[in-house]
Every structure is written in C-alpha cells, then in structure tokens.
C-alpha cells in the first residue's frame, strides 16, 4: 500500500492564481480530512469528508473548496490564492471517522507571493 | 470545543537523557493519537492509545481518560528523536481531530 499520497510536494503561486492540491489514499478509508500548518502552530482542519459525496468544513474553510467523488480521491482546491494561504497542508485518512488511528500524507509546501 | 494542551512547548535533552512530555485535554475523548514530526515535517504515528498503556521500543505512552491526559515517555534519547511531539483528540460528537500545539524537543550529542 502506497498510504496517502499527496502531490504537490512544493508550489509557488502568484496571487489570484487557482491550483488543486492533490490526495489519495489506497486504503479504502472513508473519513479524509485537508490541515494546513502554519509556523509554530498545530494542524487546523480545513474540511474533511466522511464517505464519497459527503464533504464539510472544518475550522478554517474560507478560500478553499473540496469535492469527494471517488472513495480514494480528496482534492483541494484554491480558486483565487491570497499569500494568507501561504502554508504546509496535509492531507489525513481514517477507517470510518475522526474516533479512527490517522493516517498522514507528506505534505505539500505552498507559498503564494 | 475541547482545548488540548501540551508541556513544555520546548525541552532540550542531552543524548542519552530521559523525558515525558504531557497532553491534558479538557473533555472526554474517543482517540488520542500522539505524533513525531521530523525536521523534514513528516507526521509519523506514533501512538493511536485512547485509553491505557502502550510500548514501543524506547517510546512509551499513558492515557488515563478519567483524568484526561496523556504522558509521552522517551527513553535514552537518541539525536533522531528531535523534532516536535503532538497529539491529537477527538471529542465525542465532533467530526474532527484537534491538535495540540506540541512540543519541540532537541536532543544534543
């Protein structure tokens, strides 16, 4: 098993500029969930899905929007990036929920100037 | 929504040395996950223990739920265990995890 994958690894974008962050898992989990980590400071839950069709906002949720039409796919998206979203975003997969062992991806670094 | 805790934010230990790091949470939880994040920012499960004690090599971890913390123990440090120690909860009810604000440890040769 490949885990969750994340790609990504690294992105630079201008302002205004729109981009789709990429997860997948090959796990066959239900719950996906995006973060982002800023410095000096735990993860923030952007929005999470739990199951195929089903998605909902997390704790930061503003600028960003998430699709879920494959078990195995997550997607993320930035439709106008604002340099606020500079950031380490991660994606995370589990069983059935939130209550489930969670799973990480890499990461992926982006920096919008 | 639940208020999660760690100390000390920061703790440098000589190789070799011992610690405990701590997570107090201010509700009941269904999980606790604790996890290493290397200088790389790789998240590494370390401990899925919503309850009772687990081992793994010179990592150990202690959750006593009725009185809501965790304990993190490492033995003989070693210079790879540097790097920053969350854990994370979630409370019944809520559909998501919620992270700590972690512990950075270095240890030093």
Same mark, same amino acid.
């Given at each position: 098993?490949?885990?969750? *994958?994340? *790609? +990504?690894?690294?992105?630079?974008?201008?302002?205004?500029? @729109?981009?789709?962050?990429?997860? =997948?898992?090959?796990?066959?989990?239900?719950?996906?969930?995006?973060?982002?980590?800023?410095?000096?400071?735990? /993860?923030?839950?952007?929005?999470? @899905?739990?199951?195929?069709?089903?998605?909902?906002?997390?704790?930061? +949720?503003?600028?960003?929007?998430?699709?879920?039409? *494959?078990?195995?796919?997550?997607?993320?998206?930035? /439709?106008? =990036?604002? +340099?606020?979203?500079?950031?380490?975003?991660?994606? =995370?997969? @589990? @069983?059935?929920?939130?209550?489930?062992?969670?799973?990480?991806?890499?990461?992926?670094? /982006?920096?919008? /100037? | 929504?639940?208020?999660?805790?760690?100390?000390?934010?920061?703790?440098?230990?000589?190789?070799?040395?011992?610690?405990?790091?701590?997570?107090? $949470?201010?509700? %009941?939880?269904?999980?606790?996950?604790?996890?290493?994040?290397?200088?790389?920012?790789?998240?590494?499960?370390? $401990?899925?223990?919503? %309850?009772?004690?687990?081992?793994?090599?010179?990592?150990?971890?202690?959750?006593?739920?009725?009185?809501?913390? %965790?304990?993190?123990?490492? %033995?003989?440090?070693?210079?790879?265990?540097?790097?920053?120690? $969350?854990?994370?909860?979630?409370?019944?009810?809520?559909?998501?995890?919620? $992270?700590?604000?972690?512990?950075?440890?270095?240890?030093?040769?």
């Amino acid at each position: 098993n490949a885990g969750v *994958t994340q *790609t +990504p690894k690294f992105q630079v974008l201008k302002t205004g500029q @729109s981009m789709t962050l990429q997860c =997948a898992q090959d796990m066959n989990h239900e719950y996906m969930s995006w973060y982002r980590q800023d410095p000096g400071m735990g /993860l923030r839950l952007i929005h999470y @899905s739990v199951g195929a069709g089903i998605t909902d906002q997390g704790e930061v +949720p503003n600028g960003y929007n998430v699709s879920r039409s *494959t078990t195995e796919d997550f997607p993320l998206r930035l /439709l106008s =990036a604002a +340099p606020s979203q500079t950031s380490v975003y991660f994606c =995370a997969s @589990s @069983s059935r929920g939130p209550e489930d062992e969670q799973f990480f991806g890499p990461g992926t670094r /982006l920096t919008v /100037l | 929504g639940i208020q999660v805790e760690q100390s000390p934010p920061d703790l440098i230990l000589q190789e070799g040395a011992n610690s405990t790091l701590r997570c107090n $949470f201010s509700d %009941s939880v269904n999980n606790l996950q604790w996890f290493h994040q290397n200088p790389w920012g790789q998240l590494i499960n370390l $401990f899925y223990i919503p %309850s009772g004690t687990k081992q793994n090599g010179r990592l150990s971890a202690t959750t006593v739920a009725t009185e809501r913390y %965790s304990l993190l123990y490492i %033995s003989s440090s070693q210079t790879t265990d540097s790097g920053v120690y $969350f854990c994370a909860v979630n409370s019944g009810g809520y559909q998501k995890v919620t $992270f700590g604000t972690g512990t950075k440890l270095q240890v030093i040769p």
